[in-house]
């Protein structure tokens, strides 16, 4: 009987945003070609799709937690919710003088921890399953690919993204495919943390900026805290190369791996026009996209 | 007037555009850094601090082993699982706490009391024109809105306030957009800017708010982005040019208000578009979305 391989996964994560992060990870799953399922945990504000254009084969609705919600009829304006929601989130409603006062939930603002709901003396208060989006299943011209879409002013994209990397997992397994390739969210808190924990390599893509720089540093913090094998490359590297090698040098210090320069190149919005990876196209950074993903795909080196 | 710079997608210009705008918006402006997991304000604004920052907790359960007889009510009741009992044992996840003092409520043996959970810091920065403040969230703590609510508890009570908000549509966007009078929606004319500004569009007509778009790079990409604007009829507030060196100044950690003053006046008419966008600019949005379901 063959052996399975588990499939290993590559986290693309950047901490300060729009780095180029979407961009390098659509070239990998083109350079992946075919080998590898893709998972686009930036479910807040998903992009992938737009350079990979999914077929969607199946979608899923997301329902993660509650939310109260109080029930008019029955409420007898006691305020007791009110006094003990600590997210503000009951609200006194507008009534005309006189009348007995009113509470609503601000959903928006509630947190489902069911406080109001357990204390509220006449049991007004409701406490329905959260509906917080859904996540697809779908075919590309790079492989299948897994990815989420968040509701509007919805929480918990930290478990949607456990959601979208389970699933991928779960789908290369079952398609015996040795890669994940995974686009992950910006920033370093919750949904970046369930992106990156139990990941095989972390890479994260970074800017030479006052902010990329400082950015990478509480990132680089973060993978070292999870514990997570990282790389960084400097995206538009020649935009400041003082700034780019003291980068470099900071990663070398942080214990992360140095994984190439792309360089500055406006055709990368071209191919976004056309809805192409960059290594799609003859632009002239394409090369340096090649370049480090001979370095973070799992075959050479580790 | 509190006004809030936001997007959907990261990287378009949030930061450049609020520190930029709290520049020439006039004294005693206050900007609030609410992307506590990478705050960036600081790098453009840099101002004197006011003291040792301030330590931003979480009340988290702790467990009076001698009065608990290990019923699991806690257990039971806590939506987000940051208890757990075992035999008789009460285990606590502080990280998966969020401090609604729920378990405390209904632990029937009163052996649940609160203890502060340290989760990051707010820090108050003076500049010339402008007062900083700033929430930097701790490594690793993946709960940014209470920090975020502890960073707007420092929103003046008169004269304007600017707030810096984290990218995406999630949680600790609606913490820091939440009472805010005008947002302002930084995007890119490319297709993932067009893309990432629907979804924030989406959340500022879920919460009601007035707001309108800022074009950053704006010569770069096509024009759906102006296209999109024009069919929902929002208003575009500025459009910022493709120009390298403003790519080059912002690399550096300079303001271009300063790094290049022709830009000047494209703040200026930014600050005054924003006063002046009508109230109603959000026509669909929901009245409120409070009382009816």
């Known amino acids: 009987m063959e052996e399975t391989i588990k499939p290993r996964e590559l986290v693309v994560i950047s901490g300060k945003g729009g780095t180029g992060k979407t961009s390098v990870t659509a070239s990998f799953a083109a350079l992946a070609a075919g080998r590898a399922v893709l998972a686009d945990c930036d479910v807040d504000a998903a992009d992938l799709h737009l350079v990979l254009t999914p077929q969607v084969a199946a979608s899923h609705d997301f329902k993660s937690g509650r939310e109260a919600f109080i029930r008019r009829e029955a409420c007898t304006g006691c305020g007791r919710c009110a006094e003990l929601c600590r997210f503000g989130a009951v609200q006194p409603l507008k009534r005309p003088m006189g009348a007995q006062p009113l509470y609503a939930i601000d959903p928006s603002a509630c947190e489902g921890c069911g406080v109001c709901v357990r204390f509220c003396p006449v049991g007004a208060i409701t406490f329905p399953e959260r509906l917080c989006g859904e996540w697809l299943v779908s075919e590309t011209r790079c492989g299948p690919m897994v990815h989420a879409c968040l509701a509007a002013a919805a929480e918990n994209s930290g478990k949607l993204v456990s959601t979208v990397r389970q699933e991928a997992r779960r789908l290369a397994e079952e398609r015996d495919l040795p890669l994940i390739v995974t686009d992950g969210p910006p920033g370093i808190g919750c949904p970046v943390i369930a992106s990156v924990t139990g ?16 950015d990478l540093a509480r990132v680089l913090a973060l993978t070292k805290h999870f514990d997570a094998p990282t790389f960084v490359c400097v995206n538009k590297w020649d935009l400041n190369p003082e700034t780019t090698e003291r980068i470099e040098r900071a990663t070398e210090r942080a214990g992360a791996r140095p994984a190439g320069r792309i360089r500055y190149d406006r055709r990368v919005t071209a191919a976004q026009l056309e809805a192409k990876a960059v290594v799609e196209t003859d632009a002239p950074s394409a090369e340096d996209v090649r370049d480090i993903w001979k370095k973070v795909k799992f075959e050479t080196g580790n | 007037m509190i006004v809030a710079v936001a997007s959907g997608k990261g990287g378009t210009g949030k930061t450049t555009v609020a520190a930029n705008l709290a520049c020439v918006c006039g004294t005693g402006v206050a900007l609030l850094d609410c992307d506590v997991e990478e705050p960036n304000a600081h790098l453009f604004i840099k101002g004197e601090s006011c003291g040792e920052p301030e330590t931003v907790s979480l009340p988290v359960p702790e467990i009076d082993e001698a009065r608990c007889d290990g019923c699991g009510e806690c257990g039971r009741f806590c939506a987000y699982k940051a208890l757990a009992v075992l035999g008789t044992r009460v285990l606590v996840f502080p990280e998966l706490c969020h401090g609604c003092g729920g378990c405390m409520r209904v632990c029937p043996k009163g052996a649940i009391r609160e203890t502060p959970k340290r989760i990051g810091t707010v820090e108050t920065l003076r500049a010339d024109n402008v007062t900083l403040v700033q929430g930097r969230l701790d490594v690793g703590v993946p709960m940014a809105p209470p920090l975020i ?31 805010t009078d005008r947002v302002v929606l930084v995007t890119e004319p490319t297709p993932f800017g067009l893309n990432d500004l629907k979804l924030a569009v989406a959340v500022v007509r879920e919460l009601g708010l007035p707001f309108g778009v800022a ?41 271009i208000v300063d790094a290049l003053p022709e830009y000047r006046c494209v703040f200026e008419a930014l600050w005054t578009n924003i006063r002046t966008m009508e109230k109603t600019a959000n026509e669909n949005a929901p009245a409120t979305r409070l009382s009816t379901r």
């Open chain 1, 199 to 214: 990941a095989d390599r972390v890479l994260v893509v970074t800017e030479p900026t006052v902010s990329g720089e400082h």
């Open chain 2, 149 to 179: 609510r502890a960073v707007k508890a420092h929103i003046p009570k008169t004269g304007d306030a600017v707030l810096d908000a984290p990218p995406g549509t999630s949680c600790p966007v609606i913490a820091t957009l939440r009472e």
């Open chain 2, 215 to 255: 074009i950053n790079r704006a010569d770069s990409g096509d024009g759906r982005v102006r296209a999109y604007c024009r069919t929902e009829r929002i208003p575009v507030l500025a459009e910022i040019p493709d120009d390298r060196r403003v790519a080059e100044a912002y690399s550096r950690g300079e303001l």
